[in-house]
């Protein structure tokens, strides 16, 4: 019991003397306790638009240092146009979007907080139509509207990172250590990946999203369904796999949807010609590019 007062005082920065702890004295660190956490609560929900970009902006920093960016500008104008365009159908429009192409062969995509958003070399190459890439890029940006990478900030703060960030860190303008802490802990999220659910939700809003943007709303299952069909041992498929839930799972949610609530929408183009021109692909069948979930 002693043992165990011990380790909870040099938890909380109180190496006092095992004597010097009675149950009065427990109170007191487990008030102190709950006054940080609810401290940090509010640091993360009350963080404001300028500081969410500023920390997106340090995050988006670090993982570009691990993949840079593909060296070709008419790729990443085509990408940074259709991402736009999708933004400007969400309740965030003047957020700062950005879009990028890494030069990765990896099979992924991810959002970062203030409205970044990536996809890789590998997963593109992957897609026949601009419909898939809209729904793609559309489950990014709906981790964007929701906040679901600082609502993981949160749940994996530190304790003594917490107590830094709940005086300061998302709250003062300039350079700030704890921030620096902070754009180290979120980039750790990226390895391990967000919450199931927060993935779950991400596709039902994506499907939406690409919907208000006149895109066939089907392209995102279309994605799904081709990395379904690759060989689970691809190596490029590694982190992806790690990272969100089984796309079988994906599926099936998307399957029980969409049917009756997207009829009206089945008719938009998947324009499959522009994006295989935008790619530099030679052949094209619209067709061909329009898959439905199973």
Do not use: C
């Not at 990014?140 to 703060?157: D, P, T, Y």
């Not at 979120?186 to 199931?196: H, P, S």
């Not at 499907?207 to 208000?212: G, L």
């Not at 089907?218 to 799904?224: H, I, S």
């Amino acid at each position: 019991m002693r043992s165990a007062i011990f380790l909870f005082a040099l938890f909380f920065g109180m190496a006092a003397p095992i004597a010097a702890f009675d149950f009065s004295d427990l109170g007191k660190a487990l008030e102190t306790a709950q006054k940080v956490q609810q401290k940090v609560k509010q640091a993360t929900e009350d963080i404001s638009e300028p500081r969410e970009i500023e920390l997106g902006g340090g995050i988006a920093g670090n993982l570009l240092g691990a993949a840079p960016l593909l060296d070709d500008r008419r790729v990443q104008r085509y990408v940074n146009h259709v991402g736009r365009w999708l933004a400007l159908q969400t309740e965030r429009p003047d957020l700062p979007w950005q879009f990028g192409v890494l030069d990765d062969n990896d099979i992924n995509a991810f959002a970062v907080p203030g409205g970044y958003v990536f996809i890789t070399r590998g997963l593109l190459a992957s897609m026949k139509s601009e419909a898939e890439l809209a729904g793609v890029l559309a489950h990014e940006i709906s981790h964007v509207l929701r906040k679901h990478h600082l609502q993981a900030i949160k749940k994996g703060a530190r304790a003594g990172l917490v107590a830094e960030l709940a005086d300061k860190a998302l709250q003062q303008g300039g350079a700030d250590p704890a921030l620096n802490k902070l754009v180290s802990a979120g980039t750790e999220i990226y390895a391990r990946g967000l919450d199931k659910n927060d993935e779950f939700e991400a596709d039902r809003m994506g499907v939406v999203i690409a919907a208000r943007g006149g895109y066939d709303p089907y392209g995102l299952p279309a994605v799904l369904q081709t990395l379904h069909g690759m060989n689970p041992q691809d190596s490029s498929l590694a982190l992806l796999f790690k990272t969100h839930p089984a796309l079988g799972e994906r599926l099936d949610l998307l399957d029980n949807l969409m049917p009756g609530q997207f009829d009206d929408f089945e008719a938009q183009p998947s324009l499959a010609p522009r994006f295989m021109q935008a790619m530099g692909k030679a052949g094209n069948n619209e067709g061909a590019a329009r898959r439905k979930t199973r």
